[in-house]
């Protein structure tokens, strides 16, 4: 690595920490019953809605009812996203005149948006309108994040919950959620990347006069650039994990990151409030080092990933060097593995990128993955395996670390002979039933996805690099979509109807099929009364059980994953060095 890299490093996650506990703090209150967001002109405002909507706050949902909610809710954004891009042609805020999406890709975008994956078939700057961009995309970009959010809020509030079953209101969470919480920083974040150069207007291009001849020696009198309401969409899809680009290059694109600051505030706000909310659970369960042992445990695996994914860029690619190719850091030159990269951004802020979205499930790029070594490729998508658990998406990611926690203790009272505990709620079957069904459906998605792939010529006849490289591509697409991300190696021709469906589904499955147990799970802890601590209670804080926790997952990973590993990136690694 270069010599600034771990400086970079250092105060990555330095300024993530410092910004991640007073903004936790502050959910806390946001997520509380009663206290400051109960009283003041947003609470008023939010019992109007309430009223409206025919809403009672009070109200202290089931499980099921939570559920229900959650699934009505999302069902109707899916369909509402799916109706505008279908109708885009005959809507205003088209300046360009898109026609209608194409109906598989619209499917699989509304149900993409919706899941909080965000993966994108399409172009965005040519496909979708200004009003689908802002009405259908930034929309959901909000919504899917606070019903993330409110998922994890109803499971703390099972755990300290003392034998109610209630779990809060749905609504009341959804409505708090992105009134007090996503709107105020993305406002603030949208703001700031306007002053650094992004765009946000309705109108639909500029056009600039061009002095050199186009890529294939004809005469181009002028550049087209699409422009749009770019900023307020980037803001919402780094903050809530969402992901998806206005542009199809994503923050790669000069518009949705022009400058070395928007690059830092960016990738900070990837995993800013799946950060916070470690210790915003820390507060709801009036234990605050519950949420930094969770902290410690999603750093200790992320960012030693992380440097590997650096250290992996910078060395750049050997079979390049073998041709005398000088990738040595230079004053006027990175250096390391520039293919599919930003001058301005160089192999280091890339790698932090790549890292911070494939844990975070943001799935947002500043740099083309499928042009990393096969290294630098595969520590990116084993986050994604891990489950999307290293922080995650915004709350289903710590429901998630969470899951694996309630493993942890189930495999230690195992080895000692104790019924577990977790928080004074004893684990029993039902318990570790739901754990494991969230944590195992989005791996056998992935894992039968990619066999399913390697058979059927429709999968993998899309292919653009034949070899362990393109079953690299369809196993991280899988991983993907399963998990949530969104990102993609972009080698893979995803626009057919095969794959259309297959992502669709994956996403799905990987959505609600964890969420739905994560959801049951919060009811039964929240029938059971508070056992009190013993002698034989394993502390589920402290440096042992972050260790136990980090073990839990690593060894979940490594036992699902490594062999689909070894097929595509490790193997694509040793050709390299026998080149």
Known sequence: MTAAAPIELAAYFGLLTAAAV????????????????????????ERGLYRLAGVDPAEQMTWRRYAGAALIFNAAGLLAVHALE??????????????????????????????????????????????????????????????????????????????????????????RITLRLLLPLAAALALALVWQGVPQ???AEARWPVLSPGATG???????????????????????????????????????????????????AILLVPAALCFTFGALVQDRRQGWTIYAAMLAILAPLTVATVAAEQRGNP??????????????????????????????????????????????????????????????????????????????????????????????????????????????????????????????MVLFGTAAACLIPAAYGTVGNPGPHGFSEMLYALSSTANNNGSAFGGLG???????????????????WVMLPVLALAGSLARKSRVPAGPGTLPTHGPLFAGLLVATVLLVGALTFIPALALGPVVEHLQLLAR
């Open 22 to 45: 007073p903004l936790g703090a502050y959910v806390a209150r946001v997520l509380s019953t009663d206290g400051p967001a109960s009283v003041g002109p947003l609470a008023r405002l």
């Open 319 to 444: 079979a390049l060097a073998a041709l005398g190719v000088d990738a040595s850091v230079t004053a006027l030159q990175p250096g390391g593995n520039m293919e599919g990269k930003e001058a301005r951004i160089g192999p280091v802020g890339a790698g932090i990128w790549a890292a911070a979205t494939t844990a975070a499930s943001n799935g947002s790029v500043n740099a083309a993955h499928d042009s990393f070594t096969p290294l630098g490729g595969l520590w990116p998508m084993l986050l994604m395996q891990l489950g999307e658990v290293v922080f995650g998406g915004v709350g289903s990611g710590l429901c998630g670390m969470l899951l694996f926690a309630i493993v942890a203790v189930f495999v230690a009272g195992l080895m000692v002979g104790r019924t577990p505990e977790y928080l004074g709620k004893k684990i029993e079957a039902f318990d570790v039933k739901m754990a494991c069904l969230a944590i195992l459906a989005p791996s056998a």
């Open 218 to 268: 004809e005469r181009v009198s002028e550049q087209v650039l699409p422009l749009g309401p770019v900023a307020s969409q980037v803001a919402i899809k780094q903050l809530g994990t969402n992901g998806g680009g206005y542009y199809g290059a994503n923050s790669a694109h000069p518009y949705e990151n022009p400058t070395p600051l928007t690059d830092l505030l960016e990738s900070l």
């Open 494 to 512: 995803v626009t057919g109807p095969w794959w259309t469906l297959l992502t669709g589904l994956a996403m799905l499955v990987g959505r609600y």
């Open 86 to 175: 279908r109708l885009q042609a005959r809507l205003p805020g088209n300046p360009a005149g898109l026609p209608a999406v194409a109906p598989l890709v619209a499917w699989n975008t509304a149900v993409s948006f919706a899941t909080n994956t965000n993966w994108q078939a399409y172009g965005g700057e040519a496909t979708m309108s200004h009003l689908v961009q802002m009405a259908a995309l930034t929309v959901q970009n909000f919504l899917s994040a606070a019903t993330g959010i409110a998922v994890l809020a109803a499971l703390a509030r099972g755990i300290v919950a003392r034998s109610t079953g209630g779990l809060g209101s749905f609504w009341v969470d959804v409505t």
């Open 201 to 203: 207007t309705f109108s």
